[in-house]
């Protein structure tokens, strides 16, 4: 996957110099989605074997999804079983929750069942180190489109030199804002930590019950993570490194100081102008995204998921016209940041279990929901499902402008090391709860954590 490109921030478009991409594959990238001269697009075998196995793909196969049970996915999930019938595979559809899923499998896995399973980026290098997963690269190259997905949710699926999963979703965080309440007061969108809080202080100052920013400070909410992870890899597009097989804290306890001052501390001030109101100390994330979809925030931290939140909203029509209102940009980042653009990356993927007996039709499973013609039915089903698209030459299901940042975000997006996250997120918590109760300064904040984080590098796996 050679792809090459420079980027510009507010105008989001990205130009890319493809390298090793057969005619076929440019002419799809050209906006030729719905198939290619010589490619079949639906993924699987396209009248011969692609999986790179034995080529009787046949019987029934198991698989688990956190979004068969979708509504809007339904469309989808028919054409995906004809497609099987076709090949005399009968898919049985089971869907759970990601922590549900994640621990029957860990619990169950070895069992064969399921054949396959969609997961989060945390859980890959978990199921891989013990065995539950089977690497996928051979296969995958195999595929007539493999040079068209996205590289950076690629990268993010490849731990210890092994592609372990196809991406189905993903992107990174956004800046969402209210058009409407920034015009008012003259303001654009802020690029930087400085603007956010002084644009965030003038609206909550002066919008009676709407907090100008908001963001996620629960204690052992993921989002609390994910949110200062998003700002660090701004600062240090590397938390862990490995060399020698010994782990290491790449940024400085100054560095982790100036993430928990320019987003904790220095925007919920109990005296004098504050950017969030104190109120909202140790909210979670329903007060971060259906509060925004009611009208309650003027700017929040979030990614594709808010567009499909808005039955779970107690108005939805509120809900409608925050979202005709709303625009996106890239995070605002501390100046002189080392990487502006960055933002945690979250990818969503199909996984083969490594105890399946049927490996060749659970491959032609996920190749077949992974394709271009299954993302592309997804994302008419609903949007959430493709932006940003995770193969090139898919068209986002964003067709507002305001809100191109959600497909930049999937470029500019950072994939996590693969290292066991639980612990890091676990004395992240506290340190943030101690900054944002004014019972520690953001930089003492910062001490104390690249302490713990560090200690942290001695029960990593090599």
Not at 12 to 29: I, K, S, Y
Not at 97 to 106: C, E, G, P, R, V
Not at 110 to 117: F, K, N, Q, V, Y
Not at 273 to 286: F, K, L, Q
């Amino acid at each position: 996957m050679g792809r090459e490109g420079g980027s510009d921030r507010r105008g989001v478009t990205r130009r890319r110099t493809l390298t090793g991409v057969g005619a076929g594959v440019a002419a799809g990238l050209a906006g030729c989605v719905g198939g290619l001269s010589g490619v079949d697009d639906s993924g699987g075998s396209g009248g011969s074997n692609g999986s790179g196995g034995s080529g009787e793909s046949s019987g029934s196969v198991t698989m688990w999804n956190a979004y068969f049970d979708d509504p809007e996915y339904q469309p989808t999930l028919d054409w995906v079983r004809n497609q099987l019938n076709q090949q005399d595979i009968t898919l049985q559809a089971e869907s759970f929750s990601y922590d549900d899923m994640n621990q029957k499998f860990l619990t169950g896995g070895r069992s064969g069942t399921p054949d396959a399973l969609n997961g989060e980026l945390e859980q890959y290098s978990e199921y891989a180190r013990a065995g539950l997963i089977e690497p996928i690269g051979d296969r995958a190259e195999q595929l007539p489109y493999y040079d068209r997905y996205v590289d950076s949710m690629m990268e993010a699926l490849t731990y210890d030199g092994e592609l372990w999963g196809l991406p189905v979703i993903g992107g990174g965080r956004v800046l969402f804002y209210r058009k409407d309440i920034l015009e008012k007061y003259g303001q654009d969108p802020p690029e930087t930590a400085s603007e956010l809080k002084r644009i965030a202080e003038m609206i909550t100052k002066n919008e009676q019950g709407m907090n100008g920013f908001h963001i996620t400070t629960q204690k052992g909410e993921i989002r609390v993570f994910q949110e200062y992870v998003s700002h660090l890899l701004q600062m240090s597009p590397d938390i862990y490194t490995q060399s020698n097989g010994n782990w290491s804290l790449e940024p400085s306890a100054e560095t982790l100081g100036q993430v928990f001052k320019s987003y904790y501390a220095d925007l919920f001030a109990e005296q004098g102008p504050s950017a969030i109101s104190p109120d909202v100390r140790g909210a979670g994330w329903e007060s971060n995204d259906i509060g925004y979809l009611q009208g309650n925030q003027a700017m929040i931290e979030c990614g594709n998921w808010l567009l499909g939140l808005v039955t779970d909203a107690p108005s939805e029509a509120t809900a409608n016209d925050v979202l005709d209102n709303t625009g996106a940009v890239l995070l605002p980042h501390i100046e002189g940041a080392e990487n502006p653009d960055g933002t945690y990356l979250a990818v969503n993927s199909l996984l083969m279990n490594s105890a399946s007996e049927n490996k060749d039709a659970a491959w032609e499973t996920m190749s077949t929901i992974s394709s271009p013609e299954g993302v592309k039915r997804a994302g008419e089903g609903a949007i959430k499902f493709n932006t940003p698209p995770p193969i090139e030459g898919i068209e986002s299901g964003i067709d507002n402008p305001d809100l191109e940042a959600l497909n930049e975000s999937g470029e500019t997006g950072v994939p996590l090391a693969y290292v066991n996250w639980g612990p890091v997120a676990q004395a992240l918590y506290s340190e943030v709860q101690q900054v944002v109760y004014n019972r520690k300064s953001a930089m003492q904040a910062g001490e104390d954590l690249h302490g713990k984080w560090s200690d942290l590098t001695s029960e990593f796996e090599n």
